[in-house]
């Protein structure tokens, strides 16, 4: 099972420059673990996009479409007090911005929990 944040979930929205590296990353391990608000932030991007360039309804629908269908196949690391603990002892230690310490939190739950007592 793989971490991935919204990083490597967006370019699986749109065809970009990451986009084949990351087809072939899930293609060779599907079981893929995220941040309960990975989506979230997705769906941000997705959002920008449309304001910024115009996003055309069909793409659009197709975004939310296949964001729709990975977070049902995917593995959620709530958004619970050990993430939250462990993103504010990670910002005491780092210069990060708080959405990269949840995020990573989330993947130090994950790789350190077991993942049956993840859903929320």
Do not use: C, I, Y
Request: proline share 5%; no cysteine.
């Amino acid at each position: 099972m793989k971490f991935w944040d919204s990083s490597a979930v967006v370019p699986l929205l749109f065809d970009e420059r990451e986009t084949s590296v990351v087809r072939r990353l899930v293609a060779a391990d599907p079981d893929v673990a995220v941040w309960a608000l990975t989506s979230v932030e997705a769906w941000s991007a997705v959002a920008r996009r449309r304001r910024d360039h115009g996003l055309p309804s069909p793409q659009l629908r197709e975004a939310r479409g296949r964001l729709s269908k990975m977070s049902a196949a995917w593995t959620e690391v709530p958004d619970g007090a050990e993430v939250r603990r462990t993103a504010m002892r990670l910002l005491d230690q780092h210069a990060l911005r708080a959405a990269d310490a949840l995020q990573l939190a989330a993947a130090v739950v994950a790789a350190s929990g077991d993942p049956t007592n993840w859903s929320s």
